[in-house]
């Protein structure tokens, strides 16, 4: 039996722009460097940037004054900059520049006094991070729908100024259908040009979508925190794929490859390279005979580092 690795999978171009900020910053200014909030959503990689020095908080109230900090690739609220900007603090943004075109959409939309709805998880940074962006000295609100139902029931003052968005990371089908209800009861609802969610997020369901149909067993490498990792696994589990999230090797139950007719891998957008090459050897232990990669995309896109650490040189 062989298994068929999903291409692309792992790490987007949001993501590795973010994990070069911390280790640059890090090779630049020396430890600690003070991260708000994990920043990407992956187990491994957080346990490696914690170990070269850098120190996760949840609040900026846990960073020292006179310190760096780095906000994460989630976003963070208008009310998180304003306080690093009082506390004078040295700040790098990791923030996905995809993240970023949501947060100046809702600026946007809050300037012109709109009633706008933001299409996500409630209590994932994103979100937060978005919602914090809306401005209601203009005279909008910003309402957050969360599934179908919410779009059946959600109350708009002005049907005629309505807009949404989305978090970057849902699923695109859910998310196509919460949008076809709230155009059905809204009809003036005005969105983005261009649909929310990230480029990497849609291609690895795509990729998810053609495995799935083929595979019986479908890993997704990634952490439980992760919303496009779990993303994936309900994607494969919803066609008909049994599927679990594993953050690593050692979580594979032999039992469900030994169950399998046909298995494929792969891993969220915060997922590394080197924790799926030891998923795939431990299938190979478990008697899978060889591991192939499926044609699938090719991604080209690339985010810069900001420019203070892209310029620096060290001595």
């Not at 692309?8 to 171009?13: E, H, L």
């Not at 009809?187 to 799935?212: E, F």
């Amino acid at each position: 039996m062989q298994a068929t690795l999903a291409n692309p999978r792992g790490f987007c171009a949001g993501v590795d722009r973010a994990i070069d900020i911390v280790n640059r910053a890090l090779e630049i200014f020396g430890a600690p460097v003070y991260v708000r909030h994990e920043v990407v959503h992956n187990k491994t990689v957080v346990d490696d940037l914690k170990s070269r020095g850098a120190v996760f908080v949840d609040e900026l109230d846990e960073v020292p004054d006179n310190t760096i900090v780095i906000f994460s690739a989630h976003g963070v609220s208008r009310a998180v900059r304003d306080e690093a900007a009082r506390r004078k603090l040295k700040v790098f943004d990791a923030t996905c520049p995809l993240v970023t075109k949501v947060h100046l959409e809702v600026l946007k939309f809050s300037a012109e006094g709109r009633e706008c709805i933001l299409i996500g998880h409630a209590g994932h940074p994103e979100v937060d991070g978005t919602m914090g962006q809306f401005d209601r000295t203009c005279g909008g609100v910003m309402k957050l729908v969360q599934d179908e139902q919410d779009a059946r029931m959600i109350v708009i003052d002005d049907p005629k100024s309505v807009s949404f968005v989305t978090q970057t990371t849902l699923s695109m089908d859910d998310t196509a259908r919460i949008i076809d209800i709230l155009r059905g009861r809204f009809p003036d609802i005005q969105g983005p040009r261009k649909d929310d969610i990230c480029y990497a997020t849609q291609n690895r369901q795509d990729a998810v979508k053609r495995l799935a149909l083929e595979h019986d067993l479908v890993l997704v490498v990634g952490s439980p925190n992760s919303s496009n990792s779990n993303r994936l696994r309900e994607l494969a589990e919803r066609l008909g794929s049994k599927s679990y999230l594993i953050d690593g090797p050692e979580q594979i139950d032999s039992s469900w490859v030994k169950e399998a007719n046909a298995v494929a891998v792969t891993a969220g957008a915060s997922a590394p390279e080197n924790v799926v090459q030891a998923v795939c050897d431990r299938l190979r232990e478990l008697g899978i005979d060889t591991v192939v990669q499926e044609d699938g995309v090719t991604e080209s896109i690339q985010f810069s580092l900001p420019k203070e650490l892209k310029l620096h040189v060290v001595d």
